[in-house]
């Protein structure tokens, strides 16, 4: 499986400002995907990212509020804008299994946990 | 829409003891499913996974069992341990995509 990280591992922010997590794996992928995980929450898939093109993102999640970039195969950058307390999550990167395998399987990254006061 | 969810929140478990979660999903199109461990502070780690033309698949201590016909899956774990403790989540695919759709998680905790 890959290593994944996240930076940063958790912040603070006060509302109506902008936060960039970025993701960072050990291998060339694909696909990497942005989840959000509310507080008790399961996760909710925001949007995928592949290289060279714009994320498609799922319904409910807007390319304004959620800019993603995906300048290489190994990184990529989620930024939560204009934010408010519902916000506050923890936000998850994943990437398709580098195996390559017929189904898709994903491994994540360790989240970066986002409080918005 | 469709989604996947799980029968019970919580599991209470006395160390040594065997587990068993359980996952209803409703998309009779999904063909993958995977489970999921996530502890305090972590991201979810991979577990196990098993595809629809299986119907039982063995790891180290923990066995997934798939029922295509009332749409159920369920996670076995022998002998839980302490560090068994954390949320357990399943998730579904559907052929071609590589979307996963999460059910809500089960939180087992295991008691010493």
């Known amino acids: 499986s890959a290593v994944i990280s996240q930076k940063p591992s958790r912040d603070i922010c006060q509302r109506g400002t902008s936060l960039t997590i970025q993701c960072q794996v050990d291998?060339?992928?694909?696909?990497m995907f942005w989840y959000r995980q509310q507080p008790g929450q399961s996760l909710t898939l925001i949007a995928t990212a592949n290289q060279g093109s714009e994320a498609t993102y799922e319904s409910g999640f807007v390319i304004d509020k959620f800019p993603i970039s995906r300048p290489n195969l190994t990184f990529s950058t989620l930024t939560v804008s204009n934010m408010s307390p519902e916000d506050s999550s923890i936000y998850l990167c994943s990437v398709e299994g580098v195996e390559r395998r017929s189904y898709n399987e994903q491994f994540f990254g360790p989240g970066t946990r986002l409080t918005v006061l | 829409g469709e989604s996947v969810g799980l029968h019970l929140p919580t599991l209470s478990v006395q160390e040594g003891d065997n587990s068993i979660i359980n996952c209803a999903y409703s998309n009779s199109a999904s063909d993958y499913f995977i489970w999921y461990k996530q502890e305090s502070g972590k991201g979810p780690q991979f577990i196990i996974d098993?595809?629809?033309?299986?119907d039982k698949r063995q790891g180290q201590r923990v066995t997934v069992l798939l029922n295509k016909t009332v749409k159920h899956l369920s996670l076995q774990i022998a002998a839980t341990q302490p560090g068994d403790s954390a949320v357990y989540f399943c998730?579904?695919?559907?052929?071609?995509?590589?979307?996963?759709?999460f059910g809500a998680g089960t939180t087992v905790t295991v008691r010493a």
């Open positions: 291998s060339q992928v694909t696909m």
């Open positions: 998730a579904e695919t559907t052929p071609n995509d590589y979307k996963l759709s």
């Open positions: 098993i595809r629809s033309n299986m």
